[in-house]
């Protein structure tokens, strides 16, 4: 049972346009979502981050956006550029523990 | 800065051997978790920790159990290796009360 789902595998955008990055869940007690980037051979690190609480929450070139009614998130990552090609991951914080989507990967094409 | 290594980058062992991987963090974080990527599913919580000498089931323990001894390190133990564990496995911690975790450089593990 996917709690947390991310339905586009790949993604690509030109740079310097937006990038947007869907995720779903359904599980309505999660209070607090987060998104990650990986690049090959690297861990994940932390991007941004949104608690229940919110709506929005933006930090340079990006938004993170919580619709709590329709059990979605997104990310928008404007202008895109070409170091944020690599794998993008959302997570809820659930009962004690992360609980990650499938991932996006996200292509920049110059 | 946060950081947290794992023993080996790439990994590869036998079917039926028993398998090690380790992790340490320096920031004296109190919660440890222990996960695999695979395409397509995303990451996968197998073990957790939020203490010394505890440790909680998470998504898909079985076959795997861990070790924590020491509040910096948390290790990852399979029992048996099959060619079904293959993966990327990453260590996370993160400190009490938060929910960012700080993930290490991940060990690929294969199983022949």
């Known amino acids: 049972d996917q709690q947390v789902k991310q339905n586009s595998p790949s993604l690509s955008v030109q740079e310097g346009r937006i990038s947007i990055l869907n995720c779903d869940y359904t599980?309505?007690?999660?209070?607090?979502f987060l998104w990650y980037k990986k690049y090959p051979a690297e861990g994940p690190t932390f991007l941004i981050s949104i608690s229940s609480i919110k709506d929005k929450n933006e930090d340079g070139r990006f938004t993170v956006f919580l619709n709590k009614s329709a059990k979605h998130l997104s990310l928008h990552i404007v202008p895109s550029q070409p170091g944020d090609s690599a794998v993008y991951f959302c997570?809820?914080?659930?009962?004690?523990?992360?609980?990650f989507g499938q991932g996006t990967r996200l292509t920049i094409n110059p | 800065d946060v950081k947290v290594t794992q023993s080996s980058r790439y990994l590869v062992k036998r079917t039926g051997e028993k398998v090690f991987l380790e992790c340490v963090q320096d920031?004296?974080?109190?919660?440890m978790f222990w996960y695999r990527q695979d395409p397509g599913l995303g990451l996968r919580l197998i073990y957790f920790?939020?203490?010394?000498?505890?440790?909680e089931k998470g998504d898909i323990p079985e076959g795997y159990s861990v070790s924590r001894e020491k509040k910096e390190r948390f290790s990852l133990i399979l029992e048996s290796a099959s060619t079904n564990q293959t993966s990327m496995y990453l260590c996370?911690?993160?400190?009490?009360?938060?929910?960012?975790?700080?993930f290490g450089p991940g060990t690929r593990l294969t199983v022949t």
């Open positions: 997570a809820a914080q659930g009962a004690q523990k992360l609980v």
């Open positions: 920031m004296d974080h109190e919660n």
């Open positions: 599980n309505s007690m999660f209070d607090y």
């Open positions: 920790s939020y203490d010394v000498k505890m440790k």
């Open positions: 996370a911690s993160t400190p009490l009360l938060s929910y960012e975790q700080y």
